[in-house]
């Protein structure tokens, strides 16, 4: 381990010297030597740069991947019936190369790296193999990380915080925390971002978060990568290095698959193997440099001075029969252009190979994931503790909305507190003073409610990645999530409760105010329960009407009875006890008014002097407190219940995707 502080010395060495050795006259490209320069990314210096991750190709080594796949179709089902997107394409993706997948807009170059990486299962024919065996999922999704293409990186950490905690999530127990230190810092020498680990994720430019998005993924050493289509937003030089940084990945024995919609001919020229989408079929596989004679047998001729990629998918766009004279010669994928092989007719040769000590291998590796019975690399507890930190110290640096919930809590009490001044104790206003248990009722409910509304789809997808490449389990993640509130919860909902409760004149025993506050965060933790659920199942923008109007209605059932407490039908106690504001406006009046004998009287006569009165007229004679709490932590369990089945439901597309099927069914037949 003595060697871990001498990374930075070696990478700069190895750089320095690869630098040294290039120059304008011996470079294939003056102009591309110039942008290098510039960037300081030259291939030479990244590729010799690349022997700095010794530590992290020895401490996890994973087996090198070949992924086959054959007659591969996807078929999906909307209200117009349905629609084929790929038609029984086949291909090979080798480990040790970088591969691009091209194509026009719709050709299915997404959906074809979605079923490859697991992400889409439903719907799929055809056959996919991993070194020459059945792909077996569980373990697949162990060896492969996938990179989308609106992949967000967690806020307020910093680059070397994001790369501990993923080292802490993805290699568990495997490696000690020396260990993972040198990873991390070798990790972050290799691709850049050395001189940025104090620097908070939100902060870095564009290439750079990319490069940390493939940093993060790269900790646990996966010998297969997917990316799609992860140059969009980027400038040509931030391009260029991260395709270059890639390639760089793959010479180290990794599987490194990327959709690019229209690469430049310098970066055409980078990848070691293309394959070519167009209307679902493909249209060419193999080497870049043999793309332009394999297009010249059809009859298409690309100009000397033409790019490549913009000539093949200018053909396949105006030439809707092109797409089909090329996939009839490349039979659809099941035909590779080498350019060490080259034969008659441009080289074609079948695409299936049969590696033995890459097959052994793998055997090996596959027989160790399945005994060691581990869907996660860290268990429950440790997951638990590692995302709870993470959230807190999340929380605890979000200033900025700390000082607006603040402000919201402290402006609103002072408010209510005004509004009803010195009115608990009055027995001639009683009403008025169900009214203030009301507007309590009404500020934690919308408060808890729409923050979660707002905020939380923005977390699901920032979940969806890390918990699609098995980072940590939903169960792990969301009992983090429910308990990263609760500190700022407690103290803001406190503050508030002690300025209304003063200010409004209630009876200053500690007992009942205690009563009080633990009805108002019961019903805060069960109102942000009630928001996760809608903010689990719905867009910003939906959930922003859906929850409101499903909140409208209960809180009308809540005050119902008002004045003809004794009267209220027995169909409407039954609705009232469907809500769960119901529960808190009781538990509210119970706290205030329960084992009380006798209220002030400023006037001659007061027919409210009995507080037993006052609950008699709302409906509640007869409540006891411990009821109504038990009402709101059973409705507590229930909201997050739900949103955790409609987050898990949310997460897995193709029964996402069914189910929207399902609904344009109904819809269509009614």
């Given at each position: 381990?003595a060697?871990?502080?001498?990374?930075?010395?070696v990478r700069?060495?190895?750089?320095?010297?690869?630098l040294?050795?290039?120059t304008?006259?011996?470079?294939p490209?003056?102009?591309?030597?110039e942008?290098?320069?510039?960037s300081?990314?030259t291939p030479?210096?990244?590729?010799r740069?690349?022997?700095t991750?010794?530590?992290?190709n020895?401490?996890?080594k994973r087996?090198?991947?070949h992924?086959?796949?054959?007659d591969v179709s996807?078929t999906?089902?909307?209200?117009?019936?349905?629609r084929?997107i790929?038609?029984n394409?086949?291909g090979?993706?080798r480990?040790?190369?970088?591969?691009?997948?091209l194509g026009p807009?719709g050709?299915?170059k997404?959906?074809?790296l979605?079923?490859?990486?697991g992400?889409?299962?439903?719907g799929v024919?055809?056959?996919i193999?991993?070194n020459g065996?059945s792909r077996d999922?569980?373990v697949f999704?162990k060896?492969?990380s996938?990179?989308?293409q609106d992949d967000?990186?967690?806020p307020?950490?910093?680059?070397q915080e994001?790369m501990?905690?993923?080292?802490?999530?993805k290699?568990?127990?495997?490696?000690g925390?020396?260990?993972?230190?040198?990873i991390v810092?070798?990790?972050?020498?290799?691709?850049g971002?050395w001189?940025?680990?104090?620097t908070?994720s939100?902060?870095l430019s564009g290439?750079?978060?990319?490069r940390?998005?493939?940093?993060?993924e790269?900790?646990?050493?996966?010998?297969?990568?997917?990316?799609?289509?992860p140059?969009?937003?980027l400038?040509i030089?931030s391009?260029?290095?991260?395709?270059?940084?890639?390639?760089?990945?793959?010479?180290?024995?990794?599987?490194?698959?990327?959709t690019i919609h229209?690469?430049s001919?310098?970066?055409?020229a980078?990848?070691d193997?293309i394959?070519?989408?167009a209307?679902?079929?493909?249209c060419?596989?193999g080497?870049?440099?043999l793309?332009?004679?394999?297009?010249?047998e059809?009859?298409h001729?690309?100009?000397?001075?033409?790019?490549?990629?913009?000539?093949v998918l200018?053909?396949l766009v105006?030439n809707?029969e092109?797409?089909a004279?090329l996939a009839?010669?490349?039979?659809n994928?099941?035909?590779?252009?080498k350019?060490?092989?080259m034969?008659?007719?441009?080289g074609?040769r079948p695409?299936?190979h049969?590696?033995e000590s890459v097959?052994r291998i793998?055997?090996?590796?596959?027989?160790k994931e399945?005994?060691?019975?581990m869907e996660f690399p860290?268990?429950f507890?440790?997951q638990?503790?590692?995302?709870?930190k993470r959230m807190f110290i999340?929380?605890?640096?979000?200033?900025?909305?700390?000082?607006i919930?603040?402000a919201?809590?402290?402006?609103?009490a002072?408010l209510?507190?005004?509004i009803?001044?010195?009115?608990?104790?009055n027995?001639?206003v009683?009403?008025?003073?169900?009214?203030f248990?009301l507007s309590?009722?009404v500020?934690?409910m919308?408060?808890y409610?729409m923050i979660?509304v707002?905020?939380?789809p923005?977390?699901?997808r920032?979940?969806r990645?890390?918990?699609?490449n098995?980072?940590?389990?939903?169960k792990?993640y969301y009992?983090a999530l429910?308990?990263?509130?609760?500190p700022?919860m407690?103290i803001?909902?406190?503050?508030?409760?002690v300025?209304t409760?003063l200010m409004?004149?209630q009876?200053l025993e500690w007992?009942?105010?205690a009563l009080?506050s633990?009805?108002?965060?019961l019903?805060a933790f069960?109102?942000e329960?009630?928001g996760?659920?809608v903010?689990?199942?719905?867009?910003?923008?939906?959930?922003?009407?859906v929850?409101?109007a499903c909140?409208?209605?209960?809180?009308a059932?809540?005050c119902?009875?008002?004045?003809?407490g004794?009267?209220?039908?027995?169909?409407?106690k039954?609705l009232m006890?469907?809500?769960?504001l119901r529960?808190?406006?009781?538990s509210?009046?119970?706290a205030?008014y329960?084992?009380?004998?006798?209220?002030?009287?400023p006037?001659?006569?007061c027919?409210?002097?009995?507080p037993?009165?006052?609950?008699?007229?709302?409906g509640?004679?007869?409540?006891?407190?411990?009821?109504q709490?038990l009402?709101?932590?059973?409705?507590?369990?229930?909201h997050?219940?739900?949103?955790y089945?409609?987050?898990?439901?949310r997460?897995?597309?193709e029964?996402?995707?069914?189910?929207m099927?399902y609904v344009s069914?109904v819809l269509?037949?009614?």
């Amino acid at each position: 381990m003595a060697n871990a502080h001498n990374v930075p010395l070696v990478r700069k060495a190895i750089a320095g010297a690869a630098l040294a050795n290039i120059t304008p006259s011996t470079h294939p490209n003056p102009v591309v030597f110039e942008e290098e320069q510039e960037s300081h990314w030259t291939p030479a210096a990244l590729e010799r740069a690349g022997s700095t991750l010794k530590a992290l190709n020895r401490m996890a080594k994973r087996p090198p991947v070949h992924i086959l796949f054959e007659d591969v179709s996807y078929t999906v089902s909307s209200h117009k019936g349905e629609r084929k997107i790929l038609h029984n394409v086949s291909g090979e993706f080798r480990s040790g190369e970088l591969t691009c997948i091209l194509g026009p807009s719709g050709a299915g170059k997404s959906t074809l790296l979605n079923i490859l990486a697991g992400y889409n299962t439903n719907g799929v024919h055809g056959r996919i193999t991993v070194n020459g065996h059945s792909r077996d999922m569980c373990v697949f999704k162990k060896l492969s990380s996938y990179i989308m293409q609106d992949d967000l990186l967690q806020p307020r950490l910093t680059v070397q915080e994001s790369m501990r905690i993923a080292a802490d999530l993805k290699l568990g127990k495997e490696l000690g925390r020396a260990e993972k230190e040198l990873i991390v810092e070798e990790i972050l020498q290799t691709l850049g971002l050395w001189n940025h680990r104090n620097t908070m994720s939100d902060r870095l430019s564009g290439g750079q978060q990319k490069r940390l998005s493939v940093a993060l993924e790269l900790v646990n050493n996966p010998p297969i990568i997917f990316l799609d289509e992860p140059t969009t937003g980027l400038d040509i030089v931030s391009i260029r290095q991260l395709v270059v940084l890639l390639r760089l990945l793959s010479r180290q024995g990794r599987t490194i698959v990327c959709t690019i919609h229209q690469p430049s001919a310098s970066l055409f020229a980078l990848f070691d193997r293309i394959y070519v989408l167009a209307r679902g079929m493909c249209c060419y596989q193999g080497a870049p440099q043999l793309l332009v004679p394999y297009m010249a047998e059809v009859g298409h001729i690309c100009p000397t001075t033409h790019n490549p990629a913009d000539f093949v998918l200018e053909t396949l766009v105006s030439n809707v029969e092109s797409a089909a004279q090329l996939a009839e010669l490349c039979q659809n994928g099941k035909l590779c252009r080498k350019l060490d092989r080259m034969a008659v007719r441009g080289g074609k040769r079948p695409i299936l190979h049969s590696d033995e000590s890459v097959q052994r291998i793998f055997v090996e590796h596959v027989a160790k994931e399945q005994t060691t019975k581990m869907e996660f690399p860290t268990t429950f507890w440790t997951q638990f503790m590692i995302i709870s930190k993470r959230m807190f110290i999340q929380n605890r640096r979000n200033m900025v909305s700390i000082w607006i919930q603040l402000a919201h809590h402290l402006v609103s009490a002072v408010l209510l507190g005004s509004i009803f001044f010195n009115i608990g104790n009055n027995a001639a206003v009683p009403v008025v003073n169900f009214k203030f248990c009301l507007s309590c009722l009404v500020f934690f409910m919308y408060t808890y409610t729409m923050i979660p509304v707002l905020v939380f789809p923005f977390q699901v997808r920032l979940l969806r990645r890390e918990y699609f490449n098995r980072w940590y389990s939903l169960k792990a993640y969301y009992a983090a999530l429910s308990i990263s509130s609760l500190p700022i919860m407690f103290i803001l909902g406190m503050l508030f409760m002690v300025t209304t409760y003063l200010m409004s004149g209630q009876m200053l025993e500690w007992d009942r105010f205690a009563l009080f506050s633990v009805a108002g965060i019961l019903i805060a933790f069960c109102s942000e329960g009630f928001g996760l659920a809608v903010g689990s199942a719905f867009s910003v923008t939906n959930g922003s009407i859906v929850a409101p109007a499903c909140a409208a209605p209960l809180l009308a059932l809540a005050c119902y009875g008002l004045g003809f407490g004794p009267y209220i039908e027995g169909t409407m106690k039954a609705l009232m006890s469907a809500s769960f504001l119901r529960y808190g406006v009781a538990s509210f009046s119970l706290a205030l008014y329960q084992h009380r004998t006798y209220m002030e009287c400023p006037e001659d006569f007061c027919l409210y002097s009995d507080p037993q009165l006052i609950l008699r007229d709302v409906g509640m004679e007869g409540d006891t407190y411990a009821f109504q709490i038990l009402g709101l932590v059973v409705f507590s369990i229930i909201h997050r219940t739900l949103a955790y089945m409609a987050l898990r439901y949310r997460l897995t597309a193709e029964f996402s995707n069914r189910f929207m099927t399902y609904v344009s069914k109904v819809l269509k037949h009614r």
